[in-house]
């Protein structure tokens, strides 16, 4: 069964510094989707990036960025220039290549950034 | 556009009563996503349904809980004689299509609260 694994359930940063979340996950398959999702005190998620596993170049938006190593099935987000507004609770996702959108999701991380 | 309407945002119930938790999805959009939330988790997957069809149930509880999305109006979880362990936020999210490139847009949750 696939499992994602999240195992920093809190980081602190200084605004505009730069701070990496980590996120491994274990699977067979060869053809899949990672992504991280913000989730503020509203609740709402909010997809912040996504990668397909086919694709070696890593996926960045904005100030975001992933590092995504494949063989050793890790998938950490890079935050660039770290604003307030990034605090919030951060949660990597599986979802298998070429079936629903049903994701499987780490414990999270909860990112404080400190002014 | 609105996004995913979820209702009510917070709702509380005792013991034994029935709980229904309410999902418009975007606009247009034909799949919904059910996920449960538990304090200090992550989203766990419920059920997958199109419009009068269950796809995936595999992640809801054989017991108590059923989903429904009919031809016209929300999708409804409906939670029978809740007990306190189904206290937990209940996540909606809606897509367009059921193929690997669609995006996932999730509501802001109901909040079950059983006393």
């Known amino acids: 069964a696939q499992t994602v694994t999240q195992s920093q359930p809190e980081m602190s940063v200084q605004e505009a510094e730069t701070v990496t979340l980590s996120c491994t996950y274990d699977t067979s398959e060869s053809d899949y989707y990672l992504f991280w999702y913000k989730q503020p005190p509203s609740r709402q998620m909010i997809l912040v990036i996504r990668q397909e596993a086919y694709k070696q170049q890593n996926a960045t938006e904005n100030r975001f960025s992933v590092n995504f190593q494949k063989a050793a099935k890790s998938f950490s987000l890079k935050i660039s220039d770290s604003q307030l507004g990034d605090a919030a609770m951060y949660f990597c996702a599986y979802r298998y290549g070429g079936a629903t959108n049903k994701l499987i999701f780490g414990t999270g991380t909860l990112l404080a950034v400190q002014p | 556009n609105a996004g995913v309407m979820q209702n009510p945002r917070h709702l509380v119930r005792r013991r034994g009563q029935e709980a229904r938790l309410r999902c418009s999805p975007v606009?247009?959009?034909?799949?919904v996503y059910w996920y449960r939330q538990l304090p200090e988790e992550g989203l766990k997957f419920m059920v997958y349904l199109q419009k009068e069809n269950i796809i995936d149930e595999s992640g809801m509880p054989k017991e108590r809980f059923s989903a429904e999305f009919p031809k016209e109006g929300p999708s409804i979880l409906r939670i029978q004689q809740v007990v306190r362990g189904d206290s937990a936020a209940y996540f909606c999210?809606?897509?367009?299509?059921?193929?690997?490139?669609?995006?996932?847009?999730f509501g802001s949750g109901t909040q079950l609260s059983v006393l």
């Open positions: 606009k247009g959009h034909s799949h």
């Open positions: 999210a809606s897509s367009s299509k059921r193929t690997e490139n669609e995006k996932l847009f």
